[in-house]
C-alpha cells in the first residue's frame, strides 16, 4: 500500500529555474481559462491592428478549431518571429502603464496559446511579402513565406492538447460556443464601425454589419443587432459628461428588463468590461424603478483620459480601477435617471405584444364561434359586453356611465371620499394632489377651454377613461386605440414620486394624529424602528418608544393618511430590514448618498402601502384625473417594483384580431 504524501514536508531545498515552456502554459493558465478566452485575445489584437473586418470561425466550441482573420495592418517576418515571445508587444512604444490606448498591451496571448495548442499565424502588410510561423505546444518553428491577403489569419488548432487537465474542466461544445458568441457581442457593441462575423458548425455565420458614419443611431442599429429588434423600441438615449467623463448610450425602459445581468453592456475607452463599481452604479439607478430579481437591458460607453482609469487589474482586462470611483458611480446614477425621467410615462412596447399574444391564444376554438380573448375576458360575438366579460351584473363591472368627462371640466386630482363611498376605510383620503369640483359644481364646459386636449378628451397621450374592469383595471379610448391601466401599480408610482418631491423640497409633509396609534411587535423589531425614528421623521412619520415591543406613532406621511397605521408600520419595518440600515443601504460599497437612497427604499415601500387597492371602485372623475396625472408625472410608465402600469392596443391591431385587417 503506498503511503499518502505529507503536505506538510518541507519543500526541497534547491531553488531552480523552471522550463521556460512550463513557465508559458503555467502563465496560459490566466490568460485563456477557455475557448472564449483565446478569441477575446486574438480579435482584440485584430482591433489594435486597424481592422474593419473580423471573421472568426471555431470547430468543436473552440477546442478543435479557432480561425480569426481580419484586414489589420499585417506584420512582417521580424515582427512575427517576435510577437510570439513572452512580453514583446508594439502597443506600449513610450512603456507608460498609465496611459493605456489599446486593447492589448501584456505581450502574452500569443505565446500563452500557443503554449496549451497549435498556432499558425500567416500575415501580410500592405507593401510586403506573406510569411507565416507556427508555434506548437511552446516549440517555436521558423518563418517561412506564404501566399497571404493584406492582413493576419490566425489559427488555433487543438485548444489544451499540451494540458490535458484543462480539458476537463471546459463546459459542452454548445455551452463553449455560447461564450464564444457573447464574447463577440460584447466587442461588437464595443466597435460599432468594425464588421463581425461569427461561423459555427450550427448553420448560417451571424454578422453584424460595420456602421460606416459614428453617432447615436449607428450605435443603436449595432445595439438592435446585438441586444435584439425590441431594444431600440425599448431604449432611451443616455448623454451626459461630468468632470473629464462622458457618459453615451441606451438604456432601457424599466418595464423592459431580463431575469439574468447578461444584457448589460459596458464599454470603457473602447473596452468592454464586467467591473463590480459599474453594475452596482446601474442598481443603484434601478434600484426605485425595477424589482431587485430583474435586470435592465441597456448598452453604455465611458469614455475619459486613459490616466483616470487603470485597466492593468487583471490578466482578462474586465476589471478596472477608477481614481475617482466616487464620480463614475454618480455620473452613472445620474444620467440614467435623467434619461428614464425624459422617458415620461413610456411603457415597453413587448406589454403590448404579449397582451395580443394572449388574446390570440384563444382564437379559432373548435365549436365556438369566432373570438379573442382568454380565460373570463374571451368576447364571443353576439353575445353582451357585461355577460361575455364575467357573469356578475354589469353595474360590478362598471364603475360609471361609459362617458368622458365634460368637454372644459378639467378634474381635479384628490376626490373626496365619503362613508358611503366603497373602499373608503382602506384608501387615503389624500388620493391625488387636488380636490375634486365639490358636489354640485357646475360642470358645464369652460368657455375658455379652446384646445382640443379638453374638447376630446381621448386626444391625451392615455385617453379618457371609459371604464373599469373588475374593479382593478382602468380602460381608456386614445385617438387611435385603447390602454389598459393597472390602477393600484399606476398609483403606487404616482404617490411614491410625490412623496420622493416633498422629501427633496424639505421634508415630507406630515398629518398628527387625533389620538397617537399604538403599535405592537417584537421587541427587537421595536427598537429597529426606535434607533431609525430621526430618519422616519423627515419622511412624515413621527413614533417613540412605548413600552417594550411597542411604538407609539404620533404623526403620518399626510398623503397616506386615512390608513391603516399598523399596516404603515409594518411595511416600514420590513422596508428597514431590506434595505440594510446598519450595512449602508442598497446601493452596495461606494455609494455616494447611501442614507437618501434607503430613504428612497422606505418611501417605496409606504407609497405601495398608500395606493389604490385592486378591487377599490372609482368614479369616472377619478380615473381621469389618475390618467392626466400620469401623463404629467416622469417614470409613471412603470411602477416601483418594473410592473408596467399600462398596456396600449392600437386599432389596427384590435381590428386584426377581428379578422378586420
Do not use: W
Not at 47 to 55: K, L, T
Not at 363 to 379: L, N
Not at 437 to 452: H, I, Q, T, V, Y
Not at 607 to 630: D, F, Q, T, V, W
Amino acid at each position: 500500500m503506498s503511503a499518502t504524501p505529507d503536505l506538510r514536508d518541507p519543500p526541497p531545498a534547491h531553488v531552480r529555474r523552471l522550463d521556460p515552456i512550463l513557465v508559458d502554459r503555467i502563465a496560459a493558465g490566466e490568460v485563456v481559462e477557455r475557448p472564449a478566452s483565446a478569441v477575446k485575445e486574438l480579435v482584440e489584437n485584430a482591433i489594435d491592428a486597424g481592422a474593419r473586418s473580423i471573421e472568426v470561425a471555431i470547430e468543436g466550441g473552440g477546442r478543435r478549431l479557432i480561425r480569426v482573420i481580419d484586414d489589420g495592418i499585417g506584420m512582417g517576418p521580424d515582427d512575427l518571429a517576435l510577437a510570439v515571445e513572452r512580453h514583446a508587444t508594439s502597443k506600449l512604444p513610450d512603456g507608460d502603464l498609465t496611459r493605456i490606448g489599446s486593447l492589448g498591451f501584456r505581450g502574452e496571448a500569443l505565446p500563452s496559446i500557443g503554449a496549451v495548442s497549435r498556432l499558425t499565424i500567416t500575415s501580410r502588410t500592405a507593401d510586403g511579402e506573406g510569411v507565416s510561423l507556427t508555434l506548437d505546444s511552446g516549440v517555436k518553428g521558423p518563418v517561412r513565406p506564404a501566399p497571404a491577403a493584406r492582413g493576419t489569419r490566425i489559427e488555433v488548432t487543438e485548444l489544451f492538447a499540451a494540458t490535458p487537465a484543462r480539458l476537463k474542466f471546459l463546459k459542452t461544445d454548445r455551452a463553449e460556443t455560447a461564450a464564444v458568441s457573447e464574447i463577440l457581442r460584447r466587442l461588437a457593441v464595443a466597435q460599432p464601425q468594425i464588421r463581425f462575423t461569427l461561423r459555427t458548425e450550427s448553420g448560417s455565420p451571424t454578422v453584424f454589419p460595420a456602421e460606416s458614419e459614428p453617432g447615436p443611431a449607428a450605435l443603436l442599429r449595432r445595439l438592435g443587432a446585438v441586444l435584439g429588434p425590441d431594444f431600440p423600441g425599448n431604449a432611451v438615449p443616455v448623454d451626459m459628461a461630468r468632470e473629464g467623463f462622458a457618459l453615451a448610450g441606451h438604456v432601457g425602459l424599466p418595464t423592459f428588463h431580463r431575469g439574468a445581468a447578461s444584457h448589460i453592456y459596458f464599454v470603457v475607452n473602447g473596452r468592454p468590461v464586467r467591473d463590480r463599481l459599474l453594475l452596482g452604479a446601474v442598481r443603484g439607478a434601478y434600484a426605485d424603478t425595477m424589482s431587485s430579481d430583474r435586470h435592465p437591458v441597456l448598452a453604455l460607453h465611458l469614455t475619459c483620459d486613459p490616466a483616470l482609469v487603470d485597466v492593468n487589474v487583471h490578466p482578462a482586462k474586465t476589471e478596472l480601477r477608477f481614481r475617482e470611483p466616487g464620480l463614475v458611480r454618480a455620473l452613472i446614477v445620474s444620467a440614467i435617471h435623467e434619461a428614464l425621467r425624459r422617458a415620461g410615462a413610456r411603457s415597453s412596447s413587448t406589454g403590448t405584444q404579449a397582451a395580443l399574444d394572449a388574446l390570440r391564444a384563444g382564437a379559432g376554438m373548435g365549436g365556438a364561434p369566432p373570438m379573442a380573448g382568454v380565460g373570463r375576458f374571451a368576447v364571443h360575438s353576439g353575445a353582451s359586453t357585461a355577460s361575455a366579460l364575467n357573469p356578475r351584473p354589469a353595474s360590478r363591472l362598471f364603475s360609471g356611465p361609459s362617458v368622458a368627462a365634460p368637454a372644459g371640466y378639467r378634474p381635479a386630482l384628490r376626490p373626496a371620499f365619503t362613508e358611503d363611498h366603497p373602499g373608503f376605510a382602506e384608501t387615503p383620503q389624500a388620493l391625488f394632489s387636488a380636490d375634486l369640483a365639490p358636489p354640485g359644481a357646475d360642470l358645464r364646459p369652460d368657455p375658455e377651454a379652446g384646445s382640443e386636449a379638453e374638447t376630446h378628451p381621448e386626444t391625451h397621450p392615455l385617453g379618457a377613461a371609459r371604464a373599469q374592469i373588475h374593479e382593478t383595471y382602468i380602460v381608456a379610448q386614445t385617438r387611435d386605440g385603447i390602454v389598459l391601466v393597472d390602477q393600484h401599480a399606476a398609483h403606487e408610482r404616482l404617490v411614491y414620486e410625490r412623496l420622493k418631491r416633498e422629501r427633496a423640497g424639505g421634508g415630507v409633509l406630515a398629518q398628527g394624529l387625533l389620538i397617537p396609534d399604538v403599535v405592537e411587535m417584537a421587541p427587537e423589531e421595536a427598537d429597529r424602528l426606535v434607533e431609525a425614528a430621526p430618519e422616519l421623521e423627515r419622511l412624515g412619520l413621527t413614533l417613540e418608544a412605548f413600552g417594550p415591543g411597542a411604538v407609539l406613532v404620533r404623526s403620518v406621511p399626510s398623503a397616506l393618511a386615512g390608513g391603516s397605521v399598523k399596516g404603515l408600520v409594518l411595511d416600514v419595518l420590513d422596508a428597514l430590514a431590506a434595505s440594510g440600515v446598519e450595512e449602508g443601504g442598497p446601493a452596495g460599497a461606494g455609494d455616494p448618498d447611501p442614507v437618501s437612497r434607503r430613504l428612497d427604499a422606505i418611501l417605496s415601500r409606504m407609497s405601495c402601502h398608500g395606493s389604490i387597492r385592486a378591487g377599490r371602485r372609482l368614479k369616472p372623475e377619478e380615473m381621469n384625473a389618475l390618467l392626466r396625472e400620469m401623463e404629467a408625472t416622469p417614470l409613471s410608465g412603470s411602477c416601483n417594483h418594473g410592473r408596467p402600469t399600462f398596456v396600449s392596443l392600437g386599432l389596427a391591431d384590435i381590428e386584426r384580431l377581428f379578422g378586420r385587417r
